[in-house]
């Protein structure tokens, strides 16, 4: 059996949110703390990196392209090259005590995240959805 090889030299601050796209047969993933999310194309082996303005918490792939992206202030509807071109919602806790941390999408394409709560001095943290429809929800508080 072989042995796993590393994809190429890489070492993050805090990489979370490993996101596969089939059709471009690339590996997207965000760094957290460096405000980041890469992209790896594994037919060339081009690595790029796109910054974002705060902490990118977690995203998801766009159908029709670009990223959902929860970042420290809210979710924000972005391009193929991270432009924030619309806001969705504010982050629903206070952003100086609370990111958004972890999330992902469901099969209906409804995107989840959740928040850590920074002073961990009591349940602070929530989980929230964005419809289809792009209507924002939370699910559950104090979590």
Request: with cysteine; hydrophobic share 35%; charged share 25%.
């Amino acid at each position: 059996m072989a042995e796993p090889q590393p994809l190429f030299d890489y070492t993050g601050y805090l990489p979370e949110c490993p996101t596969w796209s089939e059709a471009e047969q690339a590996l997207y993933w965000a760094d957290i703390m460096e405000c980041e999310i890469h992209r790896y194309d594994t037919r060339s082996g081009e690595h790029q990196v796109l910054q974002f303005p705060e902490e990118v918490g977690c995203f998801s792939l766009r159908e029709k392209g670009g990223f959902i992206v929860a970042l420290r202030s809210g979710i924000w509807l972005t391009d193929a090259h991270g432009l924030l071109r619309r806001k969705v919602c504010d982050n629903p806790s206070n952003p100086e005590l609370a990111r958004f941390n972890d999330g992902g999408t469901d099969r209906e394409g409804r995107f989840y995240a959740g928040t850590f709560w920074g002073p961990g001095d009591y349940n602070g943290a929530l989980l929230m959805r964005v419809d289809n429809d792009l209507k924002p929800k939370v699910i559950q508080c104090d979590i």
